[in-house]
């Protein structure tokens, strides 16, 4: 097997059990999060999708807030709660703006940098960037932007051969449905 492949193995077996973490929110999942997304994003990197690439850079620079905000949320609720908060209807707003010209604005540069798959590309890590914003607030709603982002995300890996990232990615969306799930049932909303 050759390195980049291993990468790609280490992001998929590390990406599960970060995912399992987050769906318990548990504090640690933040910390494995940027090992993960620095192999996600040489796996990507290793196959042009510049825009999939620079998410998980992203992930691996709000990996450090979403720790801190989770650290502070979680010590305000008893032990195993999952703290909630509330989605203003603005940020809901201004997400779906963003959405829109960030997902437009990303797949016309992309196409200039000669992207494997420019508009889906772009959407995808659009809705990651939002997603993961999300998380940070504790929305449990981004379960959902989760559910779509990583069902693209399948097609994106099929699309350009990065079969265990599709894996991975499937595997995620099937956690997203339960993870909205289980926040909602296990959930306690805190003021911001």
Same mark, same amino acid.
């Given at each position: ?19 399992? &973490? ?9 910390? &494995? ?31 450090? !807030? ?10 305000? !609720? ?5 703290? &909630?908060?509330? !989605? ?15 997902? /437009?604005?990303?797949?016309?540069? /992309? ?15 659009? =809705? ?6 999300? !998380? ?15 069902? /693209?995300?399948?097609? /994106?890996?099929?699309?350009?051969? =990065?079969?265990?990232?599709?894996? &991975? ?24």
């Amino acid at each position: 097997m050759d390195w980049i492949r291993a990468i790609e193995i280490f992001a998929v077996v590390s990406g599960i059990i970060y995912i399992l &973490l987050e769906i318990g929110q548990k504090n640690v999942m933040w910390m &494995l999060g940027i090992l993960t997304s620095a192999a996600c994003a040489f796996s990507f990197f290793s196959q042009s999708l510049w825009a999939s690439m620079g998410l998980n850079l992203y992930y691996v620079a709000v990996s450090v !807030l979403g720790l801190v905000r989770w650290r502070r949320d979680g010590a305000r !609720l008893e032990e195993g709660t999952i703290h &909630l908060t509330k !989605l203003p209807k603005r940020t809901a707003i201004v997400s779906a703006v963003l959405f829109v010209a960030g997902s /437009l604005g990303a797949a016309a540069i /992309l196409r200039s940098t000669g992207d494997g798959a420019p508009l889906l590309d772009a959407i995808v890590t659009v =809705l990651g960037i939002i997603g993961t914003w999300w !998380l940070t607030r504790s929305y449990p709603e981004q379960w959902m932007i989760w559910i779509v982002a990583n069902l /693209l995300s399948v097609l /994106l890996c099929v699309r350009t051969g =990065l079969f265990w990232m599709a894996a &991975l990615y499937l595997g995620y969306a099937v956690s997203a449905v339960y993870g909205y799930f289980h926040w909602m049932n296990k959930g306690q909303y805190i003021e911001p």
